[in-house]
C-alpha cells in the first residue's frame, strides 16, 4: 500500500473520530469550527476525510471538546462527561505549534542525517512542501505528519505539545485516564490519604538504582531474620 493509499485511509479514520469528539460534547459544526478559529467547511472536511487537519489542530480540538489526545488513535465513542477548560486564543496558539511541529520535524529528519531531497524522494512530497512544512508556513496534515515521522524513525507522540498549557492539561487527562484503567482494588488503595505514605515510599524506591536496592533488601533481611 502506498503511503497516498496509507494517508487516505487514515484521514477517513480520523475524520470519524473527530466528528465522534464533537458529538460527545454537543457542539454543532458552526460552534466547533468558530471555537478553534477555523471555517465551517474546513471541520465539515476533516469529519468527512477529504482533508485533514495538523497535529497542532488536533490538539487544539482535544482541548476544544475535551477529550484526551488518545482518542484520536482509538477506536471507542467518547461519552460527554468532560472537565472544564479555560478560555484561550486557539487559533493565534495553532501558528504558533504549527512553527514548533515543523521545526521538530527538521530536527528529526537532521538527526539521521537525511537531505531534504531524499525525504522527498521517500514520501513523495515536493521539496517545496516539506520545506514549507518545516518552516511552519504550512499545516502539515496529521496524516502526512504521521508517514513522515515514520519515514524518520521517530514517534509522533513525540511532536506532542508538552510544555504548553494544553500540553500540560492533556498530561492531567492521560493520568487520569490510566488512574481509571487500573484494577479497582488499586484505585482504592491510591485514593486513601492513609495511604500516602507508601505512594511516597514507592517513589523514593523507583528512584534508586539497582545497587541501593539491593542494599534495602539485604538490610531489610538482616532485620527480619
Given at each position: 500500500?502506498?503511503?497516498?493509499?496509507?494517508?487516505?485511509?487514515?484521514s477517513k479514520k480520523l475524520g470519524v473520530l473527530i466528528r465522534d469528539a464533537r458529538l460527545a460534547t454537543h457542539e454543532t459544526i458552526s460552534e466547533c469550527a468558530q471555537a478553534i478559529g477555523i471555517q465551517s467547511g474546513i471541520l465539515r472536511a476533516w469529519e468527512e476525510g477529504s482533508k485533514a487537519p495538523s497535529l497542532p489542530e488536533v490538539e487544539v480540538l482535544a482541548y476544544s471538546l475535551h477529550q484526551p489526545m488518545r482518542h484520536f488513535w482509538g477506536k471507542k465513542a467518547k461519552s460527554d462527561?468532560?472537565?472544564?477548560?479555560?478560555?484561550?486564543?486557539?487559533p493565534v496558539l495553532i501558528g504558533i505549534r504549527q512553527r514548533l511541529v515543523g521545526a521538530h520535524l527538521r530536527q528529526l529528519?537532521?538527526?539521521?542525517?537525511?537531505?531534504?531531497?531524499?525525504?522527498?524522494?521517500?514520501s513523495g512530497l515536493?521539496?517545496?512542501?516539506?520545506?514549507?512544512?518545516?518552516?511552519?508556513?504550512?499545516?502539515?496534515?496529521?496524516?502526512?505528519l504521521e508517514g513522515l515521522?515514520?519515514?524518520?524513525?521517530?514517534?509522533?507522540?513525540?511532536?506532542?505539545?508538552?510544555?504548553?498549557?494544553?500540553?500540560?492539561w492533556m498530561i492531567q487527562q492521560k493520568a487520569i485516564q490510566d488512574f481509571l484503567e487500573l484494577p479497582v482494588e488499586l484505585q482504592n488503595f491510591v485514593s486513601k490519604p492513609v495511604n500516602r505514605p507508601y505512594l511516597e515510599l514507592a517513589m523514593k524506591l523507583s528512584e534508586m538504582s539497582t545497587d541501593k536496592l539491593r542494599s534495602v533488601a539485604e538490610n531489610l533481611l538482616d532485620i527480619t531474620f
Open positions: 500500500m502506498s503511503i497516498h493509499d496509507q494517508v487516505a485511509i487514515r462527561d468532560a472537565p472544564n477548560t479555560q478560555s484561550m486564543n486557539l529528519r537532521e538527526s539521521v542525517s537525511m537531505s531534504l531531497s531524499a525525504l522527498s524522494e521517500l515536493s521539496n517545496s512542501r516539506l520545506k514549507a512544512y518545516e518552516m511552519g508556513e504550512r499545516p502539515i496534515p496529521l496524516p502526512e515521522v515514520v519515514l524518520l524513525g521517530g514517534q509522533i507522540e513525540a511532536m506532542f505539545d508538552q510544555t504548553g498549557y494544553i500540553g500540560q
